[in-house]
């Protein structure tokens, strides 16, 4: 039995879809279950649905053998993690949001409001301005509307919020994908399966 672990947020879809393709019988998952875990494919596959955040953990913990998250989380999170595929559907990107599409001139500080703390770090040490960055859990859209942030760092899907909140993406940054990601040992265990799931999603054309 192979214990896949996949996502309750945003990618959950795209997710699905990838592993329907690969031979997963989703179809047979309750959408409306408060169920933790079920099993599929005559019991050869656990299913575990976990928050995004969580994911990573269970999977290098070998608590699950494989799942999904963001690349997104995977930059936040520490854990030595095989990532053999990327899907192409559910993606979106990180954006630095402001109220005006000026950028912070060479040797401005300012605040930053993200809930990518790392991310932010690693983005602004390749910038010549500086930043004071607040970190939030949630609604981080509200800090440049209100004031509290010069800048917000957050993911940017269809940019309808944005645009109904008067907003702008001043600068993409990265493009984000959803990662199968792989216990080390557990890739050992299950190379076979592994590689076939990898295998019919690239000959569908839905990994990168």
Request: proline letters at 4%; charged letters at 25%.
């Given at each position: 039995?192979?214990?896949l ?18 031979g ?12 933790l875990?079920?099993r599929?494919?005559?019991?050869e ?36 993690l ?5 899907l ?6 990180f ?11 060479a ?9 990518y ?64 990601v ?16 990898v295998?019919?999603?690239e000959?569908?054309?839905?990994a990168?």
């Amino acid at each position: 039995m192979i214990r896949l672990a996949l996502p309750k947020g945003r990618i959950r879809e795209a997710a699905l879809a990838a592993f329907g393709v690969a031979g997963v019988e989703v179809e047979k998952l309750d959408p409306e279950t408060r169920a933790l875990s079920t099993r599929l494919n005559g019991g050869e596959v656990e299913v575990l649905f976990l928050k995004d955040w969580d994911l990573p953990l269970y999977v290098e913990r070998g608590i699950a053998d494989c799942g999904v998250v963001g690349s997104d989380v995977l930059g936040e999170v520490d854990g030595d993690l095989l990532v053999p595929a990327r899907l192409r559907d559910g993606a979106c990107h990180f954006s630095l949001i402001g109220k005006s599409r000026e950028l912070p001139k060479a040797g401005e500080q300012i605040h930053l409001a993200t809930k990518y703390p790392k991310t932010a770090r690693r983005m602004l040490a390749e910038r010549s301005w500086g930043a004071e960055i607040l970190e939030l859990s949630g609604s981080v859209e509200l800090a440049p509307m209100l004031d509290l942030a010069d800048l917000a760092l957050d993911i940017v899907q269809t940019g309808r919020t944005l645009r109904e909140n008067g907003l702008i993406e001043v600068e993409v940054l990265d493009v984000i994908h959803p990662c199968l990601v792989v216990h080390r040992a557990a890739y050992q265990r299950h190379r076979a399966v592994l590689n076939e799931w990898v295998a019919r999603l690239e000959a569908a054309e839905l990994a990168l």
